[in-house]
């Protein structure tokens, strides 16, 4: 998964470590923990879980589970990318390009996510 770096200005700690944590969405019970090398997105009573890397502009998505039997094969061995920016506890994301996970997209671009229990 090789994505170009962008430069990044003002906090030293790898973009992983500055954007970890749980953030909520605007609306809906939308709730995405970042942690290391994995992210859980919860929007309602469904959660998929996966890899992602992170970069200094940007996010790649890797779906591996879903709670749901209707999502096992979908979008699987595809990665989806999309610009973020942190600002204060403030997390928006940008899609780059076509993204598989209609759904996923749809809930991430609801931002600013806010970071919760910081």
């Known amino acids: ?11 030293d700690r790898p973009p992983a470590e500055r954007v970890a944590g749980t953030y909520r969405a605007p ?3 939308n709730t995405l923990e970042l942690r290391g090398d994995s992210w859980t997105l919860t929007s309602g009573t469904l959660v998929k879980t996966g ?9 790649a998505f890797v779906l591996e589970r879903t709670s749901s039997p209707a999502f ?10 999309y610009d973020w920016e942190l600002e204060g506890e403030a997390l928006r ?7 598989c996970d209609r759904a996923a997209r749809a809930v991430f671009m609801l931002g600013p996510w806010r970071r919760v229990g910081s």
Do not use: K, N, Q, W
């Open 1 to 11: 998964m090789a994505i170009l770096l962008a430069g990044c200005a003002g906090d």
């Open 27 to 29: 609306s809906g019970p």
């Open 51 to 59: 890899i992602v890397e992170v970069t200094p502009a940007r996010m």
């Open 72 to 81: 096992d094969l979908y979008c699987r061995e595809t990665v989806d990318v």
């Open 93 to 99: 994301f940008r899609a780059v390009g076509h993204t």
